[in-house]
């Protein structure tokens, strides 16, 4: 299973950065963030391909969106009142009032 850390993507979604090895779509990774948060990402589809100063490939991706989370596009739920909306994705839960 490859590493990877979070990414703000142009769309002001989130993905992964992964380093080494190009993930497939499908692929399963396991993000950790600066704080030692890790949690589990498939990838949808590798955005683009850099490398780092060491010369090692680091691959921007997009994730699967998971239930009840938006989706990188955007707010996917459809009550009227939610605090998720509220927030326009600052919350990674559907969360009422």
């Known amino acids: ?5 979070p990414a ?3 769309n002001g979604g989130w993905g992964a950065r992964v380093t080494g090895q190009k993930p497939e779509p499908g692929d399963i ?8 948060k890790t949690w589990v990402e498939t990838i949808e589809r590798v955005i683009a391909t850099f490398t780092n100063d060491d010369g090692t ?3 921007l991706c997009a994730v699967v969106p998971k239930a009840g989370r ?15 909306c ?3 994705g600052g919350m990674s839960a ?4």
């Open 1 to 5: 299973m490859n590493r990877a850390t």
């Open 8 to 10: 703000k993507l142009r």
């Open 29 to 36: 990774v396991t993000v950790a963030s600066k704080t030692g």
């Open 57 to 59: 490939p680091v691959h």
């Open 70 to 84: 938006a989706a990188s596009s955007g707010c996917t739920c459809t009550c009227e009142h939610c605090l998720h």
């Open 86 to 88: 509220a927030n326009r």
């Open 94 to 97: 559907h969360i009422p009032f």
